[in-house]
């Protein structure tokens, strides 16, 4: 019949491609046995029946963080099984970044037909600690990305479930974990980190090429045809994105190579197709090179970003202005133009940003357009707002 379609779903290279998806947790982490003994310690109590845990876990994106929590909490539930009956909500702090909206994906997770319209965050914990006192069951908390909900909303809720056993007789009724970016350690530091306890930090670095290798090998090994593909391709996958240190994007390279081969028509994928996907990449921008801007660069950048939220474009004009607001925002003096204009350059030479020259409307001039096509402003904007308090500390 419709022959244009035939290769879709023949699966010539990709034998299971959900296994390349954001939410696929292999059975078994690698490279990463360190982190899983110090994370496992900082749970040493919890085999105990009224015992729990507490974790903060740091690191770059894509270092497997989240996977490595996941995993933890699958794993901690099977091992003690027999002995107690171990539960897990995993929040994304991203899509709940307020108290109440993490309370009722908590209490959703753990009954969907809980009514939690219109209860407050107080009720919505007794209600948990009730649930949990009468299925005898201990509840470990993920708060993943954590930092949207420390900005939003403080850490309010972070200490009321620390203290959910308080005025009752029962004691270890939730463990609980944060994931954070390491960048926001600013953010995390005082607000969690000290209260946790230290002991209780876990930092993970991002990967090696050799730790991508290994990651991208499993991938492969268990979601593509034997045969499609050799050493060579893992190899040159991991080198492209060792760079970033990411896990995610190697990753994503072995899918997308696989998928081009096979859109190709091929059974086996070539240099050809990793590196053809290698350059269809978001580029690396983000978590390379703002962190070692200059004070005022990342304050002008900030001004850019928050407008850019709204607009696809700024002019250099409106950028200054911008600029001159967030200085008085960090009780900053404004730089002079020429420096304003030397940033802009560097801002654009790193990729950062694009410029455009433009005529004015009104024909007496020409003025620059300025747009970020790399990066999400919002995100931008949001690592600036922590990352610049400490570089004016310096
Ligand atoms: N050691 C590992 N072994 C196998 N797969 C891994 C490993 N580390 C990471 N991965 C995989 O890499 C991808 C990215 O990992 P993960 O989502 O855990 O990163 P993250 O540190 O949480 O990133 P982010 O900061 O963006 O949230 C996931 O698909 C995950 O399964
Ligand atoms: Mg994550």
């Known amino acids: 019949m419709t022959s244009y379609l035939d290769r879709i779903g023949a699966g010539f290279i990709l034998s299971k491609p959900e296994v390349f998806g954001f939410d696929y947790i292999p059975e078994k982490l690698v490279g990463r046995e360190n982190e899983q003994q110090k994370l496992a310690e900082m749970f040493i109590g919890i085999g105990h029946h009224e015992g729990s845990g507490r974790a903060v876990v740091t690191g770059p994106v894509g270092s497997g963080k989240t996977a490595l929590v996941k995993r933890f ?11 107690r009956n171990i539960k897990n909500v995993h929040v994304n702090c991203r899509n709940a970044s307020t108290s109440s909206r993490v309370m009722q994906k908590i209490i959703q997770d753990l009954d969907p037909g809980h009514p939690d319209r ?137 899918e997308g190579a696989g998928k081009r081969a096979e859109a190709n028509g091929r059974t086996q994928i070539i240099s050809e197709d990793i590196q053809n996907t290698v350059v269809t990449l978001p580029s690396n921008v983000d978590t390379l090179d703002i962190e070692g801007l200059p004070a005022h660069c990342m304050l002008l950048l900030l001004g850019i970003c928050r407008r850019l939220r709204r607009q696809e474009f700024v002019t250099s004009g409106e950028a200054s202005k911008l600029y001159h607001v967030v200085c008085e925002e960090f009780e900053q003096s404004p730089k002079g133009h020429t420096t304003i204009w030397k940033h802009i350059k560097r801002l654009m030479q790193s990729q950062i940003i694009e410029t455009r020259t433009d005529q004015l409307d009104d024909g007496r001039g020409r003025t620059q357009h300025i747009s970020m096509p790399h990066m999400l402003p919002s995100d931008v904007a949001r690592r600036l707002e922590t990352l610049i308090p400490a570089r004016l500390r310096r």
């Open 118 to 254: 219109g209860l407050g965050v107080s009720e919505l914990l007794t209600s948990l600690r009730r649930m949990m006192s009468n299925e005898n069951s201990h509840l470990i908390v993920v708060l993943d990305e954590v930092d949207h909900l420390l900005r939003k909303s403080g850490d309010d809720l972070i200490y009321r479930l620390l203290r959910i056993d308080e005025d009752s007789d029962k004691i270890g009724t939730l463990s609980l974990i944060m994931i954070s970016q390491e960048q926001v350690l600013d953010l995390l530091e005082n607000a969690v980190i000290s209260r946790m306890g230290r002991t209780n930090h876990l930092r993970i670095g991002g990967y090696t090429e050799e730790g991508l290798f290994l990651i991208a090998e499993q991938r492969a090994n268990i979601g593509l045809v034997k045969g499609s593909f050799s050493d060579q391709i893992i190899k040159l996958a991991s080198q492209a994105a060792a760079p970033s240190g990411d896990a995610r994007q190697v990753i994503e390279l072995i």
């Open 73 to 83: 909490c699958i794993d901690i539930a099977k091992h003690l099984n027999e002995k």
